[in-house]
């Protein structure tokens, strides 16, 4: 396993996490994704432990809490050998400090999860949301005490607009308080809005992108292809509404890409599309998802190796999309570009 920096910190985590969205299963959305209970749990921590994958992700949200649980019981006397990644701000109730990232939902949230998790310090908690009606300084202030009380370790964000990450940044710096160091990240060959604000300022910011939804909401898995059904076994025929839209003309010239890359290097498909997310810049890990064994091994297979520059090239080619204003300018027009290289 490859080790790599968490953005401008001096935490190192493995090129490949692991998402524990299918610990728990409940609820629509979570259930479909996957209903893993604490002993087979046990037994995926077990095989990425083994790969070298240490660093493992949930969230408050996830299966209303019953996801940090089942990782919790999964890693029980063996905690001093992961790291534990875990989110709040979005809705756990219907009360009106439920949701948000004020400082009573913050402490409340924090010792919840400490709780659900067995353990006394969180290596990286991150803003699963940004909250508007919430002070970025109140947000900050109350990060730093629970940094300073040991409770965590890292801090960081996920699903921010780069002005979201900008404001918070500047209050960091300007008052001495923790700077965001991760930024969770929606980022896939069928889906790289990331690269046009959020990967420049993670470049110049010093802030590591940890990727989710990596295989774009599972399109990307090699089950999908033109002319032919979804298969039965998909999560998509439950949960397509709830991610990223994706047209169905683009999925297909991508796979089709995928796949003749898959012949000339023996590699699965979903093995490449990660390989190349780990090939980008600012990437510090991408976080994979299995609900069984199989599903992981092969997820593991995609480190150790690297797609050659005329792959990459192949890809890049396939999947780029226009740009949006204000960004498309930078792209087409020669005296923007050269004041604005591209990141990638």
Not at 232 to 254: K, M, N
């Amino acid at each position: 396993m490859d080790y790599r920096r968490l953005g401008h910190s001096g935490l190192k985590v493995p090129a490949l996490s692991f998402g524990a969205g299918t610990f728990g299963g409940q609820g629509p959305l979570f259930s479909a994704w996957g209903n893993t209970d604490a002993q087979e749990a046990r037994r995926l921590v077990d095989i990425c432990l083994e790969a070298g994958l240490n660093l493992f992700d949930t969230a408050d949200v996830y299966s209303n809490g019953a996801s940090e649980e089942v990782l919790g019981e999964a890693i029980k006397g063996r905690r001093d050998k992961v790291l534990i990644s875990t989110k709040t701000t979005l809705p756990m109730g219907d009360g009106p400090n439920d949701s948000g990232s004020s400082r009573s939902r913050l402490i409340k949230a924090t010792e919840d999860a400490l709780r659900r998790l067995g353990t006394d310090y969180i290596d990286l908690l991150q803003l699963h949301a940004f909250d508007a009606g919430t002070p970025v300084e109140e947000v900050l202030s109350t990060l730093d005490e629970l940094v300073r009380a040991g409770k965590l370790r890292y801090v960081g964000v996920s699903n921010f607009s780069g002005w979201h990450v900008m404001k918070s940044l500047a209050a960091a710096e300007r008052h001495g308080w923790p700077r965001y160091v991760a930024h969770q990240v929606y980022y896939s060959l069928v889906g790289r809005d990331y690269e046009w604000e959020l990967m420049p300022l993670g470049l110049d910011q010093g802030v590591g992108a940890l990727v989710w939804s990596p295989l774009g909401w599972g399109r990307l898995t090699g089950k999908i292809r033109r002319g032919q059904p979804l298969p039965a076994s998909s999560r998509l025929h439950e949960t397509a509404a709830f991610g990223p839209q994706v047209e169905d003309e683009q999925l297909y010239a991508i796979v089709h890409v995928l796949d003749a890359i898959a012949q000339e290097t023996g590699k699965s498909v979903p093995q490449i599309a990660l390989n190349w997310l780990l090939q980008r810049p600012t990437v510090s890990s991408v976080i994979i998802g299995a609900r069984n064994e199989q599903q992981l091994r092969d997820n593991l297979g995609a480190v150790g190796w690297n797609l050659t520059p005329e792959q990459v090239a192949r890809l890049d080619a396939v999947s780029e999309r226009p740009a949006p204003y204000p960004y498309s300018p930078y792209r087409r027009q020669e005296g923007f570009a050269r004041l604005n290289p591209p990141a990638v």
